[in-house]
């Protein structure tokens, strides 16, 4: 299918099918959406009819879909999900883990639970040789020697078995030491640390368990870490509500604080939670991404570059249409391992015994609960059929649909309209920097 969208008086053509983006005039722009075209002189749009023709010809536009078979899952597990710790030094408003313990009782998992994790994920990666390990809670940081120990187990099980582990760490900073730091940078090959934007943002909804803010201790960390880091992967990740819509006001601050990796999601709530984002919010959080869009190019050209994490698209080298249709293999190739060494989907739906597939020292999974998700793919949400975006969000997070849509294959309608649009404005910058190369 065809998109057409403006921003900043520029108008931007987008083919789903093949990922061809063009800038367009008014009238072009106009003509493929359906627009009023009683202001162009009829010259002028058989001009623009043939320019839209010659591209069809080309194979540029209205391009027709690939004819792919769903994709299948093999039984085979590449990634893990440890949720090392179920406690939390923090108290946030949002979080969905309920404190850190996911509704159940506050632990931490064992060295010989972790290092059953190591071996499960080794045993089940039939030939796929770069695993994935990412340390979870709670906060991981209040089980750190149980991080060491794996990370050190797993380094000698990459010599025994042939695979090789790719670690990573998220953490809400406040236990940042300069040994965390220095183990972290030599192992973890990603590290996600939560910070929220503007230490009044953050305050308001990072607290302590006393109620105190945590914006200082963990801004000083962050920074820290992020000198010593150099050019490995890590990653500022923030979260917006109903109580800091002028997110971009969020972004901003933490780019000036000298994170050039940065990522702020919506949060996700019931719609009775004071916090939610709502259907009245959404002009305002449109008007939050086009300024943000528009201050990033300026940034990115003036020197002060940064990263947004959803502004970054690759249509010349994204993945593959298979992997678009089965998106983050939630429930397949991706699972989650609780303290006690039980299985799940992903890192939502830890604790909830209804969707726990087995144990790592079992070493089984349950097939049906997996096939339920291996089985929803974007050819079974009816709903994603006709989105201009449906290749690069893959019909949305499973626990976001079954928890807050209806169900695994019945997205959620307003984190639809926030996607869209957070996907207009990086076919928007892709365009522009195209453009100014």
Same mark, same amino acid.
């Given at each position: ?5 403006? =921003? ?75 949720? =090392? ?13 309920? $404190? ?51 990370? %050190? ?28 730091? %220095? ?11 939560? *910070? ?33 880091? $150099? ?11 109903? @109580? ?19 990522? *702020?999601?919506?949060?996700?709530? @019931? ?19 086009? @300024? ?76 049906? *609960? ?24 893959? $019909? ?5 649909? =079954? ?20 996907? @207009? ?13």
């Amino acid at each position: 299918m065809v998109h057409t969208f403006s =921003i900043n008086n520029k108008y931007i053509v987008y083919d789903s099918e093949s990922g061809n983006v063009f800038e367009a005039d008014k009238l072009m722009s106009a003509l493929l959406c359906g627009g009023d075209l009683s202001k162009f002189s009829a010259q002028d749009i058989l001009q623009a009819k043939k320019e839209i023709d010659r591209l069809k010809e080309q194979g540029l536009l209205y391009v027709k879909p690939s004819e792919v078979v769903p994709p299948s899952f093999d039984g085979c597990i590449k990634s893990l999900c440890v949720h =090392i710790c179920h406690d939390c030094n923090m108290n946030c408003k949002y979080c969905f883990g309920d $404190g850190g313990n996911y509704f159940g009782i506050k632990e931490s998992m064992s060295a010989d639970t972790a290092f059953a994790a190591v071996d499960f994920l080794i045993e089940k990666s039939g030939s796929i040789k770069n695993l994935e390990m990412d340390f979870f809670g709670g906060e991981p940081l209040l089980n750190y020697p149980t991080i060491v120990s794996t990370v %050190s187990y797993a380094r000698q099980r990459e010599k025994e078995s042939g695979k090789k582990f790719k670690f990573t760490v998220t953490t809400n900073g406040l236990l940042l030491s300069d040994s965390a730091i %220095s183990f972290f940078n030599k192992e973890m090959d990603n590290v996600v640390i939560s *910070i929220d934007g503007r230490k009044q943002t953050h305050d308001n909804i990072r607290k302590t368990s006393g109620g105190k803010g945590t914006y200082d201790t963990v801004i000083k960390n962050a920074k820290k870490f992020r000198s010593k880091r $150099g050019d490995k992967d890590y990653y500022i990740r923030g979260t917006y509500t109903a @109580e800091n819509l002028d997110f971009c006001s969020d972004v901003l601050a933490l780019a000036d604080c000298g994170f050039d990796q940065v990522s *702020i999601e919506p949060v996700v709530l @019931e719609q009775s939670n004071p916090l939610a984002i709502k259907t009245e919010h959404l002009q305002k959080i449109y008007s939050q991404y086009q @300024e943000l869009a528009t201050k990033y190019i300026e940034r990115r050209k003036s020197g002060k570059w940064f990263n947004f994490f959803h502004f970054m698209i690759d249509l010349d080298n994204a993945p593959c249409l298979k992997k678009r249709l089965s998106g983050c293999g939630a429930g397949g190739n991706y699972l989650a391992v609780a303290p006690d060494g039980g299985l799940y989907p992903c890192h939502q739906f830890v604790g909830k015994k209804e969707y726990l597939m087995g144990n790592v020292f079992e070493k089984s999974v349950s097939g049906k *609960i997996s096939e339920k998700f291996t089985n929803s793919n974007l050819l079974t949400k009816q709903k994603c059929s006709d989105c201009f975006a449906k290749y690069f969000c893959s $019909g949305g997070c499973a626990a976001h649909n =079954i928890n807050y849509g209806g169900g695994i294959n019945s997205p959620n309608d307003i984190y639809c309209e926030i996607i869209k649009k957070r996907f @207009e404005c990086a076919l928007y910058i892709y365009a522009e920097e195209k453009a100014a190369d």
